[in-house]
């Protein structure tokens, strides 16, 4: 899948929705020890932007993709960002006040070591905070897959990606020796004025639905927009939204 892509394809894909859950995930989460914190798997920066917006003082941020990490240093002078996997975090043990991963942790090659990297770098009496769409039942794209898979049963689902189901985050972050662990859903209401607001950023190559769209033939991928045109109402429409969360305690 892709995310080597500009930081505006992305804006225009995910951060539609990852900017309004960024603000109810940090209030759902609290702050934790206080600064320093850290966004882990930041992307192009919805979830690091609030917290500098919310005047966090010293906020780190880290991505895998060297396209996002020059795109949030470009943005964020302020942020200190490094290019590094969730599951190896350049930071030494206890130095974070919070540490949070938002839409990120489906997509870590392996979660429970995300997470307990995380529970590592956060000092004792913080807090490790993740959240990841409901796949299943509650996903902004859900849509999109459920017309995908009618027309094609061997089409990607993200209903099998981790953390994506109801007590997946909560299992993972007992796996990575978390504790006080709780969990929680967070819920967005998203206003679409049309419906080629909702469909053109599928046209842009980001993450796996845009490899599945990149790949189709143009015959087919007129048919894929006009069935997901039949499946949502009249615009204007809203995208309502909901994210399974978790929060916890570094163990010590």
Excluded at 89 to 106: E, I, K, R, S, W
Excluded at 163 to 173: C, D, I, K, S, W
């Amino acid at each position: 899948m892709s995310f080597e892509v500009a930081a505006e394809a992305y804006d225009r894909f995910m951060g539609r929705f990852s900017r309004p859950l960024a603000v109810d995930f940090l209030a759902w989460s609290g702050p934790g020890d206080g600064p320093p914190v850290l966004d882990v798997g930041a992307g192009a920066g919805a979830l690091t932007s609030r917290l500098v917006q919310a005047g966090t003082d010293r906020v780190h941020a880290v991505d895998p993709s060297a396209a996002f990490v020059a795109e949030l240093r470009r943005r964020l002078p302020g942020v200190d960002v490094h290019q590094a996997a969730a599951e190896r975090l350049p930071f030494g043990d206890g130095t974070f006040g919070a540490a949070y991963a938002q839409l990120v942790v489906h997509f870590m090659t392996d979660p429970v070591a995300g997470l307990a990297e995380m529970g590592r770098v956060v000092r004792r009496g913080g807090t490790v905070a993740a959240c990841v769409w409901d796949f299943a039942e509650g996903s902004p794209i859900g849509p999109f897959w459920d017309a995908a898979r009618a027309a094609d049963p061997d089409a990607p689902t993200e209903t099998r990606r981790p953390g994506t189901r109801r007590g997946e985050l909560t299992r993972f972050a007992a796996e990575a020796g978390l504790d006080e662990i709780v969990e929680g859903s967070i819920e967005v209401v998203v206003p679409m004025g049309s419906f080629e607001e909702w469909w053109k950023p599928f046209t842009l190559g980001v993450g796996p639905a845009g490899d599945y769209v990149a790949r189709l033939s143009p015959a087919v991928r007129t048919a894929l927009r006009d069935s997901c045109r039949a499946r949502l109402p009249e615009p204007p429409f809203d995208v309502t939204a909901r994210a399974w969360a978790v929060r916890a305690a570094p163990r010590v």
